[in-house]
């Protein structure tokens, strides 16, 4: 025993030390990569492509060919399994539902399909080429007056999101409140293969490629400083804008801020010990117990092991197939919105979202066939060629802001945010509110902003 002691102590010390020394080389902070702005994402090996870099009026119009056999899809409906006795949406999609969103689908909303074409043009759409690929986008310039600033505002939304999503919230961006000199000259892009931007060629098109795109997109069109908001995907794209582009992203705010680096990770399990060390009490229940919310991540998070394995063959399924895709997306905005609404046979679809904009986001997607390309962020974000980049453990010096709603999938607590966020100057909780909170709550995601951009405003602008 009196030999085995001190080794026994020296084998622990070294464990440690070894430990120590493997957590210290993961959790290290990283630099900025070397960024290619030119990266080719087109058809073909790209040696004769030349850009062309005019920017380009596009219209929302489709034929009367196109809605009628729309109609025609919507009018063939399968035999549904009715639902389960005393089952709202547990199982999925309640069927007695889908039918009546069916029937509104095909009568009352494609009976004014001209107006919800009228209704997407209100705003000016564009589209222009960047890096292989024909980028759509709108752009809304303010009306001003003497005296009041003007700042770039880049607005990213998700899966399965699209530029919908932002429609009730431009008016309050670009257009002034009591007590406010400053308004947004606003852009808003479909992400790549998303909608009307169209999708890559290549393999590897990752959110931090993204990321790049929509730099030189804003650069294009003539903003090569801006702030940026985002959900969703578009929460991570713009926490890499503001990671890529420290010296030209004027302030990053997201409402979906989370972060998994290593250092992140163990601070979130310290401070779930320990809440009110590091939360106001009232709000622990956004972020503890970590059980519960694993629980509630693993049961909405089916989709994404399909969409980061198999994209295109999910993809296969809903493509062109209007009764599948309401039905998958639509899921999303119950559950996603409230946990809660997983108990409703309606899915409470329609207590914050008109049955019209839900449609709106669906039409989008089924009228450009973009669901597979859509899907493929999901398998690119996870390859080992992404993951390599250690993006949650680039610091940026941005300045930095987190809306965090009640009912998001997911929340980091900030002492585990400021890690990378080392300029974080905003963060607020909301009572009320779920993933898609530019299309739930635009007043309240607006008015977050802009109290954002006033704070930055004091300090830098």
């Given at each position: ?28 902070p990283?630099p900025?990569?070397?960024l290619?702005l ?7 090996d790209g ?18 060919e ?11 409906a399968?035999?549904?399994?009715k639902?389960l ?38 705003y ?10 024909d ?11 003497a ?31 009591a ?32 990321a790049?795109?929509?730099k ?37 705010h ?9 250092t ?46 198999k ?10 197939n ?19 609404y ?20 669906i ?37 930095t ?7 998001e999938?997911?929340?980091?607590v ?28 635009p ?19």
């Amino acid at each position: 025993m009196g030999f085995l002691g001190p080794v026994t102590f020296g084998a622990i010390v070294l464990l440690v030390a070894f430990s120590y020394k493997q957590y210290r080389d993961m959790s290290s902070p990283l630099p900025v990569p070397e960024l290619d702005l030119k990266q080719y994402w087109g058809p073909g090996d790209g040696k004769s492509y030349k850009e062309d870099t005019s920017i380009k009026p596009f219209k929302v119009a489709y034929s009367a060919e196109v809605i009628e056999k729309l109609r025609s899809k919507l009018s063939d409906a399968p035999n549904f399994a009715k639902p389960l006795e005393g089952v709202g949406f547990e199982y999925g999609f309640n069927s007695n539902r889908l039918q009546e969103i069916l029937k509104y689908w095909r009568t009352d909303y494609l009976g004014k399909w001209t107006d919800r074409e009228k209704f997407f043009n209100q705003y000016p759409h564009f589209k222009t080429q960047i890096q292989g690929l024909d980028i759509h986008f709108i752009h809304v310039k303010p009306k001003v007056s003497a005296g009041t600033k003007v700042y770039p505002l880049l607005l990213l939304h998700g899966w399965p999101g699209s530029v919908r999503e932002f429609y009730e919230m431009i008016p309050k961006l670009i257009n002034k409140e009591a007590g406010q000199d400053f308004v947004f000259e606003v852009i808003v892009p479909s992400l790549p293969g998303y909608g009307w931007s169209q999708g890559s060629s290549k393999q590897g098109l990752s959110p931090s490629k993204i990321a790049i795109i929509m730099k030189n997109l804003m650069t294009r069109i003539g903003h090569p400083k801006f702030f940026v908001q985002g959900g969703d995907w578009g929460s991570l794209i713009a926490s890499i804008l503001a990671t890529f582009f420290q010296d030209d992203v004027l302030g990053a705010h997201m409402n979906m801020c989370a972060l998994d680096s290593p250092t992140a990770i163990l601070k979130t399990v310290i401070a779930s010990y320990f809440p009110s060390y590091f939360i106001e009490e009232k709000y622990v229940p956004y972020y503890f117990p970590a059980l519960p919310k694993m629980k509630e991540l693993i049961v909405e998070s089916g989709y994404m092991h399909i969409q980061a394995t198999k994209p295109d063959t999910i993809g296969s399924v809903l493509v062109g197939n209007p009764i599948g895709l309401a039905a998958y997306i639509l899921e999303k905005f119950s559950t996603w919105t409230n946990p809660a609404y997983r108990q409703l046979a309606d899915g409470g679809l329609e207590k914050y979202f008109t049955m019209d904009a839900l449609l709106d986001n669906i039409m989008l997607y089924y009228l450009t066939d973009s669901i597979t390309t859509s899907q493929r962020i999901y398998a690119e974000a996870f390859t080992g060629q992404e993951m390599a980049v250690g993006i949650s453990r680039i610091p940026t010096r941005v300045p930095t802001g987190c809306a965090k709603f009640r009912y998001e999938l997911a929340h980091t607590v900030d002492w585990a945010l400021k890690d990378r966020f080392v300029n974080l100057i905003h963060s607020k909780h909301f009572d009320d509110g779920g993933h898609f909170a530019a299309m739930q709550l635009p007043a309240v995601l607006a008015k977050d902003f802009i109290e954002f951009v006033k704070k930055i405003e004091k300090v830098n602008l």
